[in-house]
């Protein structure tokens, strides 16, 4: 992961790792996990990709201190998203 020009990946420990090591990273989030790991500051140093109507709710989630509620987003995210996310880094 050091050695990358990219990490595309999950939300992950590796992903985490990529964020850690100064890798540019781009994460495919489907929420699972999202209220406890991703709560990143906006970076030009990697992306979070996760379908905005989810992330809503989970934000609102996070403000109500729930967790972990809405599983198997990831389906939504378009691989247009994604290579979007790879053009901008590239």
């Known amino acids: 992961i050091n050695d990358a020009n ?3 990946g999950n ?3 590796c992903f985490h790792l990529a964020v850690a090591l100064h890798t540019k990273a781009i994460c495919i989030s489907g929420g699972a996990s999202y209220c406890r790991f991703m709560n990143y500051p ?3 140093e990697y992306k979070i990709i996760i379908n905005k109507d989810i992330e809503k709710q989970l934000i609102k989630m996070r403000t109500l201190k729930s ?3 809405i599983i198997g ?3 939504s995210v378009t691989k247009e998203e994604v290579w979007n996310s790879i053009s901008s880094f590239l």
Do not use: C, M, T
């Open 6 to 8: 990219l990490y595309i």
């Open 11 to 13: 939300d992950s420990g």
């Open 42 to 44: 906006n970076s030009s």
């Open 67 to 69: 967790k972990d509620g």
């Open 73 to 75: 987003a990831v389906n």
